[in-house]
């Protein structure tokens, strides 16, 4: 890949990636213990067009945010990667998601509390 190729795709997918998590008010941080990322560094590197994400971490942002990989490496306009046999199991996992988000941001609280 040429490397102005490979400079617009990490900016394609850092803007695809910051515009993902802010419409859903979700810190880097938060991102990061989703993904299982060892560094919020690693969000913010691809956020901003420095990084290429690896494709176990660019598989897992495409899970989270429930769109298609494709998506983020701009290969397609939409973010719509539903099939009609799966939009019932699509709601369980975003209504289950909630719930877990909800609890994280809970117990980081009470760390902070305690720290």
């Not at 990989?69 to 009609?84: C, I, R």
């Amino acid at each position: 890949m040429r490397k102005d190729n490979q400079i617009a795709l990490k900016q394609m997918i850092g803007t695809r990636v910051r515009a993902l998590r802010k419409e859903r008010d979700w810190k880097q941080q938060t991102l990061t213990e989703m993904i299982g990322a060892k560094s919020h560094t690693t969000i913010s590197e691809v956020e901003n067009g420095h990084r290429m994400p690896s494709s176990a971490t660019l598989r897992a942002l495409a899970d989270v945010f429930d769109v298609p990989v494709d998506y983020l490496l701009g290969k397609t306009a939409s973010e719509d990667s539903s099939a009609p046999e799966t939009l019932a199991l699509k709601a369980s996992l975003r209504s289950e998601l909630a719930e877990l988000r909800s609890c994280l941001e809970r117990a980081t609280a009470l760390v902070e509390m305690h720290a």
